[in-house]
């Protein structure tokens, strides 16, 4: 039988290039998206023109938050804030690698930054999407728009933790922004939720704002890494999705990859290592991880972890993003069935950072969470681990019997918080 | 399956239609492994879901042009291990060939990692890894066969997701079903309690939840699925879930308007809240 393809070949040919869309306004949207060198400038001008028009809130960097300017791939500037910050969680972080986030928290302690983390928050739904399908753009602006005014409404600015939410942000805003058939639907909703749209002038990364106080929090530096051989990997969703937002520094391989997190491995002291997959993906996959790891741990692997010690001699896989930190780590052990016995440790930036300023390997690194062998890691670089790691036991013991407390790194949250996102949380929630 | 020599395919003049692709030309291209010819009821359905899929505005911003050069498919890590590579999928949609599309949404599409990689290195700038989404996206709106295979061990997941805004939990960690993890991966599962009850911030002590988000938060998630649609779009592939759905929201709305009214009138007592909604 005939296709109507076959049967009509210009019906089809119409249906697929209908002549009733406007063209001429498809085609500005791609420029404004893609024509490098001025993509973003182009988002950001038209945002800045939604803004005066009332469409939508820009919440500004303001000097409170000790911005500092770097560039992106494209030499444009991109701004990073530095303190009074709103912590955009994690659901895997928080989920399976504890250590991540509250390294994170430590640093930011230790470095007296401002900031909150607060329950009035959902991840970003982005691993689900990314998995499943199910979902929709005005869902997912709905999300983030959702948690970014929480963000507002107490004027601290978000910074997010998850390279996933980082890129599908990135990605979600340049939509809004794009599209005024998004905003008039998500409008109505938002409404309903006595919230508007809006929109941060920059999707800040946490690794980039690690990145860009690495000088400062590696002065704390407790140990030296002059020996260890770092092996990257920077997560795709932090600069293949919207690729032009990201920054850039010519201290990292002349400025042809990421500055973050190489260049805070680079400026803790460590040797970065190259390897030939560099750039490829960790075989995370969002709905292979779950539900089909046979993909998952053979990616991992055989492109990843044996690539970075045979060709680098990698002491430590490096990372900043809750999959991959995920998937370089649990996919290393069930390669000994083959006769594959890596066990290279795996670690977030933040965690990489924390441990060498001298941070609790087991109450603030929570290493004990990862499959890989972050404690020979530590021993090689001098930390003192079979002791923390009897006093941990200790202190694990203890709070079972009820003898000790959970030493938290900011004062715990009111009950009500874990109800109601009320106006004055603020001054509950700030670090002590 | 295709047997070489028996291919007979009359092509139109068109020159869009004519590369590499064909049997003639080579041998068994990946256009016509693992794809059957439609049968005519789902042809029908073939042509409807690319209408939808081609009137999203997604659609036509994210289609640009195509070299057919490879790149794409050369640095997909799911070309490396599956029968799938975006080349492929971009063909199609730049030949409008539905029945192909629809094929290739039931057999392939799920392979996907979401990686990216095609889109930053596509010469023409094509948004690759967006119209995967997109035909994800349609395959579970369309309710298609292959969406609820992939979707059915993900139902928990969805749950979870939906409902309180979390994608996974720490006590989804268990021997069963992540053995391949190893035995340090899985030490924790064994005294999960004390192991969340030591971590320093108070967000993540609980065992079934990554953080403890509030209860207005959770509504009001809950609120943006139902009103985007996101929660009427599983109906077709799930309609169990979709009632657990809609029964939590309704619970937990009525609960936070208590109290809400009560904190206004200023008669809430907090020590009378219960340790955690979640409990309830
Ligand atoms: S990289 Fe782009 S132009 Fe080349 S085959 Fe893939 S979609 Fe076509
Ligand atoms: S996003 Fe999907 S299609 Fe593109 S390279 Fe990655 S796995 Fe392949």
């Known amino acids: 039988m005939e296709s109507s393809v076959e049967q009509n070949p210009e019906r089809e040919m119409e249906r697929a290039f209908p002549n009733d869309l406007d063209w001429e306004e498809i085609y500005q949207r791609v420029i404004y998206k893609y024509s490098s060198p001025h993509g973003i400038q182009h988002i950001k001008e038209l945002m800045y023109k939604l803004e005066d028009k009332g469409e939508i809130i820009v919440q500004h960097i303001k000097p409170s938050n000790n911005p500092v300017e770097y560039q992106t791939i494209n030499g444009n500037p991109k701004k990073i804030p530095t303190t009074k910050l709103w912590n955009h969680k994690s659901c895997g972080q928080c989920g399976h690698i504890p250590g991540y986030p509250t390294s994170v928290f430590w640093i930011m302690n230790k470095l007296e930054t401002d900031y909150v983390d607060e329950p009035h928050q959902t991840s970003c739904t982005g691993w689900n999407y990314h998995a499943s399908g199910a979902s929709n753009p005005v869902a997912l602006a709905g999300v983030m728009v959702r948690n970014f005014w929480r963000a507002y409404e107490i004027d601290y600015y978000p910074l997010i933790h998850c390279g996933t939410s980082f890129g599908h942000y990135k990605e979600i805003r340049n939509m809004l922004i794009l599209h005024d058939e998004v905003r008039q639907k998500l409008r109505p909703i938002m409404r309903k939720l006595d919230m508007d749209i809006v929109i941060p002038e920059e999707i800040v990364h946490y690794s980039e704002w690690l990145y860009v106080n690495s000088k400062r929090a590696a002065s704390h530096k407790r140990y030296d890494l002059s020996e260890i051989k770092a092996a990257v990997h920077t997560p795709c969703h932090v600069y293949k999705l919207v690729p032009d937002d990201t920054i850039y520094d010519p201290i990292v391989y002349q400025g042809r990859r990421p500055a973050a997190p190489t260049g805070t491995v680079i400026n803790f002291g460590a040797k970065p290592v190259d390897y030939s997959t560099w750039w490829d993906c960790c075989g995370f996959g969002f709905r292979h991880i779950l539900t089909e790891r046979e993909f998952t741990r053979s990616f991992a692997l055989f492109k990843k972890v044996v690539p970075a010690v045979e060709e680098a001699n990698a002491d430590v896989f490096v990372t900043s993003d809750t999959g991959c930190v995920t998937t370089l780590d649990k996919s290393q052990w069930v390669g000994k069935a083959h006769g594959y016995n890596y066990n290279l440790p795996v670690l977030a930036d933040a965690q990489f950072a924390a441990l060498a300023m001298g941070a609790d390997p087991y109450k603030i690194g929570q290493i004990h969470w990862h499959a890989t062998d972050v404690e020979g890691f530590l021993r090689k670089i001098g930390v003192p681990i079979q002791e923390y790691k009897e006093q941990f036991i200790q202190y694990l013991q203890d709070i079972k019997e009820g003898k000790a407390e959970t030493e938290f790194l900011y004062k715990p949250h009111r009950k009500i918080d874990f109800y109601l996102a009320l106006p004055d949380r603020v001054q509950y929630e700030r670090p002590q | ?280």
């Not at chain 2, 029945?99 to 990686?115: L, M, S």
């Open chain 2, 1 to 280: 399956m295709f047997e070489l020599a028996t291919v007979k395919l009359s092509l139109p003049e068109d020159p869009r239609y004519l590369d590499m692709s064909y049997a003639e030309q080579g041998p068994l291209p990946e256009e016509m492994r693992n794809l059957d010819q439609l049968s005519e009821k789902d042809r029908k359905l073939a042509l409807e879901f690319y209408q939808s899929l081609a009137s999203d505005f997604r659609y036509n911003e994210y289609l640009r042009g195509c070299l057919n050069c490879g790149v794409c498919t050369s640095s997909c890590p799911a070309a490396k291990f599956y029968d799938f590579g975006p080349r492929e999928m971009i063909q199609y949609m730049m030949r409008g060939e539905y029945d192909k599309i629809y094929e290739f949404t039931n057999e392939k599409v799920w392979a996907c990692v979401q990686c990216y990689t095609c889109s930053m290195r596509c010469p023409f700038n094509n948004e690759i890894a967006g119209l995967i989404m997109l035909l994800r996206e349609y395959a579970v709106k369309f309710g298609l066969e292959s969406a609820k295979q992939i979707l059915a061990p993900y139902r928990r997941i969805l749950l979870t997701v939906l409902t309180t805004g979390n994608q996974v939990t720490p006590d989804m960690i268990q021997p069963e079903t992540f053995a391949d993890w190893g035995p340090q991966a899985l030490e924790e599962s064994k005294n999960m309690d004390v192991y969340r009850k030591a971590i320093p911030v108070d967000l993540m002590q609980r065992t079934d939840i990554g953080w403890h988000a509030s209860l207005q938060t959770a509504v009001e998630l809950m609120t943006i699925m139902i009103e985007a649609g996101v929660i009427e779009s599983l109906k077709n592939i799930d309609k169990d879930l979709y009632d657990m759905i809609i029964d939590i929201y309704e619970e937990r709305k009525q609960f936070l308007e208590e109290i809400k009214e009560k904190y206004q009138k200023g008669e809430l007592n907090e020590e009378e809240l219960p340790d955690s909604w979640l409990d309830l």
